[in-house]
């Protein structure tokens, strides 16, 4: 059920897309590349040309079922170059299994082509990361001699046409190049042209989607909630949480009724900006404090542009928590002390504002509500804020779906923040829902 849902709404975005997009849209994402200098020249001069599928014969010991160059024709493939043993590799091994499980059904082939040495460990490292994708030994590095990858992890796209059509790419930029290539026919990428050079911070190649706010003039839809069981069906990211050991502990395998749920609609939040539509988004919560700076110095300029890069797609907002320090003893004596030291705050919290530039939702949860139960934990009163402001954690997002359940909590300075959000986006049913409705409007303008 969950493909369905997730393919009908890629297949009406891909179809309108190719009628929208034109060189005078407004500012795209772009796919970045990496290199410099001469390596960069070379692996731009290799983008559209025919990658030799004969390369695949001098992979060995493969790990899953062989890839041959017949298995790939006319399909979309992206190359890992990676190792096991190298813990820079290990984000970029979990993004390639993300793009495996989000753009297999589209015909999309991932390949992890694994550096000779260490070669003994990748097996036990795939089956730790639940890898799926097949793997193999690039014995005496010739497979990336002759693609001129350099230090692990890269990525390389094939397009169904069998060109190199992204050499090199960003991680950041994978889902971009990869959804390129996975939504157009051959007969589109046979006749892909032009090249964009490339420096240290390359243009790329503009993609066109309608989540991103490029396009102007789409009515805010009210989104009728979805069907719980379409919610219990989705493919949800793992919950990860601050570090690579809590990977086994993920929310996919608890039912949907016992998941934590915020209110945003509580009486004890207080909108400092006009609060936003909700409907047909995930809604993306940071929690911060103006008396801790780790959580919000390099956050907010992280989610000004995480709103910008997502569109309609997500509402991000910054829920303000009052990180106040009292004195049990006193509090004791006098309980008013609490309110008094939330209302100073608060204050404090209100001039910040009219002086700070911030473009997106901002919340001010005053008895820590939303922060509470996102954890699972109740709301309290005295002496709780004092507890809570030793134990803040920071920096802290998390990840709801459209019906305002946690699907992911963690920091959004890891790896993990992007691929989570990025598959909450492709699987949550109400955005999904939403994506139709902009792609409808959009076909009815004669766009």
Known sequence: MKQSVFSVASAVLAATVAAIATPAMAQSDQIVREGSGERREALNAMELSTFDRSLLEGLTDWIGEPVTADSIDGKPVLILTWASWHSGSTASARAAQLMARSYGAQGLVVIGVHADEGYDGAAATAERLRLNFPIARDAGSAFRKAIKADMDPNFYVIDRAGQ??????????????????????????????????ASNQPQ??????????????????????????????????????????????????????????????????????????????????????????????????????????????????????????????????????????????????????????????????????????????????????????????????????????????????????????????????????RRRRDAAFLTRQGN
């Open 204 to 433: 790329g190649r503009v993609i066109m989607d309608v989540s991103s706010g490029d396009v102007a003039n789409i009515p805010e839809w009210t989104i009728p909630t979805p069907d719980a069981l379409l919610y219990d069906d989705a493919d949800w990211p793992a919950r990860w949480l601050f570090a690579e050991e809590e990977f086994d502990a993920d929310f996919r395998r608890r039912d949907g009724n016992e998941l934590p749920t915020i209110n945003l609609d509580s009486s004890l939040v207080r909108w400092l900006t006009p609060k936003p539509n909700l409907d047909g988004r995930v809604r993306v919560v940071y929690y911060w404090s103006h008396n801790f700076p780790l959580s919000y110095e390099r956050i907010q300029p992280l989610m000004d542009e995480v709103q910008r890069r997502h569109g309609r797609d997500v509402a991000v907002i910054g829920a303000a928590v009052p990180v106040i320090f009292v004195d049990r003893d006193e509090v004791r004596r006098d309980s008013g002390l609490v309110d008094e030291a939330i209302e100073r705050f608060a204050t404090n919290l209100q001039n910040i504002m009219t002086r700070t530039k911030i473009n997106h939702s901002i919340v001010f949860d005053s008895q820590w509500e939303l922060h509470s139960t996102s954890l699972g934990n109740s709301v309290g009163r005295n002496p709780r804020f004092d507890r809570m402001s030793e134990k803040f954690a920071a920096p802290l997002v998390v990840l709801y779906s459209s019906d305002n359940k946690v699907r992911w909590l963690g920091s959004p300075l890891h790896d993990f923040f992007e691929q989570a959000l990025n598959q909450m986006v492709d699987v949550d049913p109400a955005v999904q829902d």
């Open 164 to 197: 190199i059509r992204f050499a090199d790419v960003e991680r950041g930029s994978i889902r971009r190049a990869v959804s390129l290539v996975a939504e157009e026919s051959r007969e589109q990428a046979e006749n892909a042209s032009g090249r964009r050079m």
